[in-house]
């Protein structure tokens, strides 16, 4: 073979080689969500040893990507108390190439209900709730640092006492400038298939603003499809971390697949690793990565939710 039409294929084949190991790929998906969700991790309940190896996971993931720190903070813990009680957010930052004071924030909460001490099985491992959510914040960092093109600024958050009432929503949402807020994607609970089977997801407040509608748009022409949340009933839009930002007049959304009339093992012990589907998983954070392409890029702004009367 002529040399320089080996070295064409060769470089052909290292290109296809590249597009055939995606960022976002489900070993990875695989060893963050088994480690968020073990049982060293003791239910990552708010104030325990717990949460706290939990948030140090995290800050490493977060170093290992290269994230910057967010706004004055020395590390990437957003530390505060609750009465006598130190808790922390863990934050990191892609500061935005043209757009650096216009946020994109991606988030889960990474606290859990902890342990009993009765029974064989103590530890509430929350697999889907919300490791599932925390392990898309991470793998979602990942993939926008390769990416390397964000117009704006992305804040990724793993927020801590969303169980308990959002103290780390509410402390995060007291120290930010609001209307520099452009969107958040609050994941939550999507490690099983959602209603509609494979590739599917939901956004809650649906209605509120046109952020759910900029996502399907983005989403035409994929393998994926985002509906509205079939469940208005449980009213999911006031209850996770989106709440709080939505409540000061940001797109604030929450993502899941989880089926809220048949979740079996919401809040239960059985919330395991071995109830999951990963491969999905994996599938439905890549979809959130499609979907949010155009508001990263500064070419979509989602209309502003109704502020709460204080
Ligand atoms: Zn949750």
Do not use: C
Not at 116 to 124: E, H, S
Not at 135 to 156: D, G, H, M, P, Q
Not at 193 to 217: C, H, M, P, R
Request: glycine letters at 6%; a negative charge.
């Amino acid at each position: 073979m002529e040399k320089q039409l080996l070295v064409i294929f060769s470089l052909a084949f290292t290109l296809l080689q590249a597009q055939e190991k995606p960022v976002i790929d489900v070993q990875d998906v695989t060893r963050i969500e088994t480690t968020l969700a073990s049982d060293k991790m003791q239910g990552r309940k708010i104030f325990t040893a717990g949460i706290d190896s939990a948030s140090v996971f995290i800050e490493n993931e977060f170093k290992q990507i290269g994230l910057e720190y967010y706004d004055k903070l020395k590390s990437y813990k957003q530390e505060f108390t609750v009465g006598s009680n130190a808790a922390n957010n863990v934050i990191g930052v892609l500061t935005g190439k043209t757009k650096p004071n216009e946020y994109v924030v991606f988030s889960a909460h990474y606290d859990h209900l902890g342990t009993i001490t009765k029974g064989k099985d103590k530890v509430y491992n929350g697999a889907n709730d919300d490791a599932s959510g925390t392990t898309a914040v991470i793998a979602l960092a990942k993939y926008f640092k390769a990416l390397n093109n964000n117009e704006r600024t992305i804040i990724f958050v793993a927020f801590t006492g969303e169980e308990v009432g959002g103290f780390g929503s509410e402390y995060f949402t007291n120290n930010i400038e609001a209307d520099k807020v452009v969107a958040m994607f609050n994941i939550e609970m999507i490690g099983t298939e959602s209603k509609w089977k494979k590739n599917s997801a939901y956004i809650t407040g649906f209605e509120k603003s046109d952020f759910g509608v900029i996502l399907q748009n983005n989403l035409k022409g994929s393998d994926f499809k985002f509906y509205e949340d079939p469940y208005p009933q449980e009213q999911l839009f006031y209850r996770s971390d989106n709440a709080r930002l939505a409540a000061v007049g940001v797109p604030a959304h929450t993502i899941s697949t989880s089926k809220m009339d048949q979740e079996l093992n919401y809040h239960q012990l059985s919330d395991e690793i071995s109830t999951l589907d990963l491969e999905n998983m994996t599938q439905i954070i890549k979809a959130i990565a499609i979907s949010s392409a155009s508001i990263v890029k500064g070419i979509d702004t989602p209309t502003r939710v109704a502020k709460l009367k204080q």
